[in-house]
């Protein structure tokens, strides 16, 4: 029995999507807990690409339970055309579960999104407009859908109007254009018939499997770092991303936690709004983002890219617990001369080695850096830790110091054989 917890470590766009296709070769259940498709996860199986939103990254293995939690904000629609995408392409959609108690994403929540966006100008958080923060609003507000919902049309459409109404009324208020109700409902009706029967108490599933000695693996969307208590508030997510969210977004204790995986790339990344101490703005930065093919997978917009954060790493690593890493695009290093790691910052002219509670601090910190000499040669080929360059081997070692946690996958390019175990 094995029950893994897997989180991107940063900000995002770790490449958690290909590391849990790859993990769950031996895994019954893969199970998302918690954020909604604003969230995209890429696969890369051969010549075929996929990109998830909402459906669990073990949808591309036969057999597993590909779980969709409580601890959720789904789109309902966008779902069903994700689901329907995927069976096209002749993926067996047949093992997913979506969650009674998940709430639903409704496009009064993505036109609240982008109006408050709007409304913020040069102070916005930088939403994908998905409707995942004003959904999770909803939740907290004790006035949201959830995905049982889905099973009765009666009270789906009496609840759906009576709350899509009551965003009209701000709409209107707030000089808005107002959503046609009727249009909307007829959309959310075809998406309700096409769910329900996938609806059902993943409480009970996920507890049964682990119970039953099943390998289970939590899957977790974007980074720890855009933790809605312990991220770069408040450029942040609406939801738990840590480690811990794991078990209030499925339902599951602790106890029966093994290991947590943590994500990071070889450098650092970030979309959106917030700090980066070590984003860079020349050359390299250039480089990073056009060979590692910094795009988001849901939104498109390119990524700000910089050198590798110990910093905010470690600081990662401590709040997930992590005890096993996963380091990916390593092969985007591959032709730098001079590699470098930020092991500290200097603030108000002191030395400072644990990441500002404050994003106002963080944001005004400057990098001490290490500088590594680089390996000038392709890793792609590499499928041990042993082949790989000496001095790529002494980067990751020196990661793996400053983190506390040892590195036991290495990606060095996007397709599956390309991710090794150390």
Same mark, same amino acid.
């Given at each position: 029995m094995s029950?893994? *917890?897997?989180?991107?470590?940063?900000? #995002?766009?770790?490449?958690? !999507?290909?590391?849990?296709?790859?993990?769950?070769?031996?895994?019954?259940?893969?199970?998302?807990?918690?954020?909604?498709? =604003?969230?995209?996860?890429?696969?890369? *199986? +051969?010549?075929?690409?996929?990109?998830?939103?909402?459906?669990?990254?073990?949808?591309?293995?036969? !057999?597993?339970?590909?779980?969709? +939690? =409580?601890?959720?904000?789904?789109?309902?629609? !966008?779902?069903?055309?994700?689901?329907?995408?995927?069976?096209?392409?002749?993926?067996?959609i047949s093992t997913i579960e979506l969650s009674d108690k998940a709430h639903l994403i409704f496009a009064y929540h993505k036109a609240c999104d982008k109006m408050k966006e709007l409304a913020a100008g040069k102070a916005k958080i930088g939403t994908t407009g998905r409707g995942i923060g004003p959904a999770y609003e909803d939740k907290a507000g004790r006035c949201g859908i959830r995905g049982g919902a889905l099973r009765d049309l009666a009270l789906?459409?009496?609840?759906?109007r009576t709350q899509c109404e009551k965003y009209?009324?701000?709409?209107?208020?707030?000089?808005?254009?107002?959503?046609?109700?009727?249009?909307?409902?007829?959309?959310?009706?075809?998406?309700?018939?096409?769910?329900?029967?996938?609806?059902?108490?993943?409480?009970?599933?996920?507890?049964?499997?682990?119970?039953?000695?099943?390998?289970?693996?939590?899957? #977790?969307a974007q980074g720890a770092l855009l933790d809605i208590d312990h991220g770069t508030y408040p450029f942040v997510t609406s939801s738990n991303t840590i480690s811990g969210g794991a078990c209030t977004g499925s339902g599951i204790a602790p106890r029966y936690v093994d290991t947590v995986w943590g994500v990071m790339k070889a450098y650092t990344t970030r979309v959106g709004e917030g700090p980066f101490p070590t984003e860079l703005f020349d050359a390299d930065g250039e480089e990073l983002r056009k060979i590692g093919r910094e795009f988001g997978a849901t939104t498109g917009r390119p990524r700000r890219c910089g050198w590798f954060d110990a910093v905010i790493s470690a600081y990662s690593c401590m709040i997930n617990g992590v005890n096993k890493l996963a380091i990916t695009k390593l092969d985007v290093l591959d032709t730098l001369e001079t590699v470098c790691i930020c092991t500290a910052y200097e603030l108000d002219g002191k030395v400072i080695t644990e990441m500002p509670t404050s994003a106002a601090d963080l944001a005004r910190v400057k990098p001490v850096y290490e500088?590594?000499?680089?390996?000038?040669?392709?890793?792609?080929?590499?499928?041990?830790?042993?082949?790989?360059?000496?001095?790529?081997?002494?980067?990751?070692?020196?990661?793996?110091?400053?983190?506390?946690?040892?590195?036991?996958?290495?990606?060095?390019?996007?397709?599956?054989?390309?991710?090794?175990?150390?």
């Open positions: 029950v893994d *917890i897997l989180v991107g470590t940063l900000w #995002g766009d770790e490449g958690k !999507g290909k590391l849990i296709d790859v993990l769950t070769r031996d895994v019954d259940m893969v199970v998302r807990f918690q954020g909604g498709n =604003n969230a995209g996860h890429t696969v890369e *199986i +051969g010549d075929e690409k996929y990109v998830l939103h909402l459906v669990p990254s073990g949808i591309f293995r036969p !057999g597993v339970k590909c779980v969709i +939690g =409580n601890g959720l904000v789904v789109d309902p629609i !966008g779902l069903m055309e994700e689901m329907t995408a995927l069976k096209e392409r002749g993926i067996d789906l459409e009496k609840l759906f009209n009324t701000r709409f209107a208020a707030a000089g808005v254009d107002t959503l046609d109700v009727d249009a909307e409902w007829a959309k959310v009706k075809e998406a309700a018939v096409y769910l329900a029967p996938y609806v059902t108490d993943t409480v009970l599933s996920v507890n049964k499997a682990a119970k039953a000695g099943k390998n289970v693996l939590f899957e #977790g500088k590594h000499p680089g390996w000038c040669c392709s890793t792609a080929e590499a499928r041990t830790f042993a082949e790989l360059p000496e001095n790529a081997q002494k980067y990751l070692n020196r990661i793996a110091e400053l983190v506390d946690a040892e590195v036991a996958i290495v990606s060095v390019g996007p397709r599956r054989d390309q991710t090794f175990l150390v």
